[in-house]
């Protein structure tokens, strides 16, 4: 398994997948766990995990876009242009930063959003699924 925390390590670590399907399994005000598989009936290979939540729009099952040139976009707080604070830090009243998901639409990408401390990747295999468990001991299939 490969740890981390940079979204410029993900995004070429997620770009090597045909695609990627995403699915939320976990969701609280303290954090969002997704799942990412090529085939779901085969169980996980990329397992994502936002902590401390501010604000998220998206579905709970959607196709990421990973030919985009960054799947996945970080914006820090300090540097969210007026508009952004105002949607996503509820007119500055949030805390967090900002990670733009880009997902494959029917005739664009669409993008969804998650205000969040933290982001971390696991990507557990390219070639084999382990099982659709939160926090187990990462045994394949």
């Not at 670590?13 to 954090?31: C, G, R, T, V």
């Amino acid at each position: 398994m490969i740890r981390t925390d940079k979204i410029a390590e993900a995004n070429i670590m997620i770009k090597k997948f045909l695609w990627l399907d995403i699915y939320m399994i976990d969701f609280n005000e303290e954090a969002i766990i997704l799942f990412g598989t090529m085939d779901a009936s085969l169980g996980k290979q990329v397992e994502i995990i936002l902590k401390k939540i501010c604000y998220i729009d998206m579905p709970t099952m959607w196709e990421l876009e990973v030919s985009s040139e960054n799947p996945i976009v970080f914006i820090p707080q300090d540097e969210m242009n007026e508009n952004y604070k105002n949607r996503f830090l509820d007119n500055h009243n949030g805390i967090g930063n900002l990670f733009v998901f880009s997902a494959e639409g029917v005739n664009k990408e669409i993008k969804y959003h998650i205000v969040a401390d933290s982001f971390e990747l696991h990507l557990l295999s390219y070639e084999s699924y382990f099982p659709w468990e939160i926090n187990n001991d990462i045994v394949p299939i």
